[in-house]
Nanobody
């Protein structure tokens, strides 16, 4: 239901913007939640943008990652700045228990 894009390989300190496109206005109705899963680790929560527009983020990414939404485009975003090696993993968007397939982000020099 969701199509994610924007991942790839980036050097430490670089930036990426992940996009999560929906075929409906689901992001206007439900909180958007981003998760990630690093190799060999459990999936972890990264950031949330609530329907009301409040943004929340995990301590490990606070000040570097920002969740956003463009309701007109039915698209959610995760802006990631100052990327670190530890940010490597597969990133997922989720809303109303519907998940994207995940997209790879690799931070490497």
């Amino acid at each position: 239901q969701f199509v994610e894009s924007g991942g790839g390989l980036v050097q430490p300190g670089g930036s990426l913007r992940l996009s999560c496109a929906a075929s409906s206005n689901i992001f206007s109705l439900y909180d958007i939640v981003w998760y990630r899963q690093a190799p060999g680790k459990q999936r972890e929560w990264v950031a949330t943008m609530t329907v009301g527009g409040r943004r929340e983020s995990a301590a490990s990414v606070r000040g570097r990652f920002t969740a956003a939404r463009d309701s007109a485009k039915n698209t959610a975003y995760l802006q990631m700045n100052y990327l670190e090696f530890e940010d490597t993993g597969v990133y997922y968007c989720m809303a109303d228990q519907h998940w994207g397939r995940g997209i790879q982000v690799t931070v490497s020099s």
